[in-house]
Structure formats: structure tokens, C-alpha cells
């Protein structure tokens, strides 16, 4: 069973930029996806970023595309999320997670997707 740690969460004024790491300990980390998803308060979990286990496939919420960047590092079996023009509606709880398989096709994620999550790191963005 894998085990998924995040890190780099905080408080950020609107416009900063922040960093998030995901490292993962068990399986083979390359053979699945990598995702991040996050949870305001009151709000359901909702998909942000997904990587392919190869790295080379990307997919993003129309509402952080352009912002955001997912990338990987396979040796270090870690996923990063780099957030930058952070707004105030990006506060959230941030979650990383692995997916059941390396990749899919479609372009929609969810939640039914990734079989392992981390406990979260909160970001906080203030106006």
C-alpha cells in the first residue's frame, strides 16, 4: 500500500506562489498517474491537476490552467504542484493522490480515479 505525504502548504498573499510536494513510499511509483485535488470549506473535493506515470501527459481544471504547473520526479517518487497568481478562491485543503493506472484518455478525472490519498496541506491565500 502506498503512502502519499504532502508538503509545502502555508499563507500566501493573492499573486504569490507557492510550491506543494507529494512524496510516496511503496509500489512502483512511475506505473500510476499522480493527481491533486483540493477542498474549500463547505465545498466538495474537486480536481485540480493529473500527471501521467511517464510524465508526459497533463490535465488541469479550467480553473487553475495557466496557473498551476504538476510536474513529477520518478526517481525521487515525488509530484509537485507549483500554484502561482494564487487568489483567494484557491484556499483549500490540497490533496495528493495516485492513480489506479498510468494513464487514461479521457480528459475527465474524478475522485473515483485514484485509489491512495495523502492527508492534505492546507493553503491559505489572502485578498
Known amino acids: 500500500q502506498v503512502q502519499l505525504v504532502e508538503s509545502g502548504g502555508g499563507l500566501v498573499q493573492a499573486g504569490g506562489s507557492l510550491r506543494l510536494s507529494c512524496a510516496a513510499s511503496?509500489?512502483?511509483?512511475?506505473?500510476?498517474?499522480m493527481g491533486w485535488f483540493r477542498q474549500a470549506p463547505g465545498k466538495e473535493r474537486e480536481f485540480v491537476t493529473v500527471?501521467?506515470?511517464?510524465?508526459?501527459?497533463?490535465r488541469y481544471a479550467d480553473s487553475v490552467k495557466g496557473r498551476f504547473i504538476i510536474s513529477r520526479d520518478n526517481a525521487k517518487n515525488t509530484v509537485y504542484l507549483q500554484m502561482n497568481g494564487l487568489k483567494p478562491e484557491d484556499t483549500a485543503v490540497y490533496y495528493c493522490?495516485?492513480?489506479?493506472?498510468?494513464?487514461?484518455?479521457?480528459?475527465?478525472?474524478?475522485?473515483?480515479?485514484?485509489?491512495?490519498w495523502g492527508q492534505g496541506t492546507q493553503v491559505t491565500v489572502s485578498s
Open positions: 511503496g509500489g512502483t511509483f512511475s506505473n500510476y498517474a
Open positions: 500527471i501521467s506515470g511517464s510524465g508526459l501527459s497533463t
Open positions: 493522490a495516485q492513480g489506479r493506472t498510468p494513464w487514461k484518455a479521457a480528459v475527465r478525472w474524478g475522485s473515483a480515479d485514484f485509489g491512495s
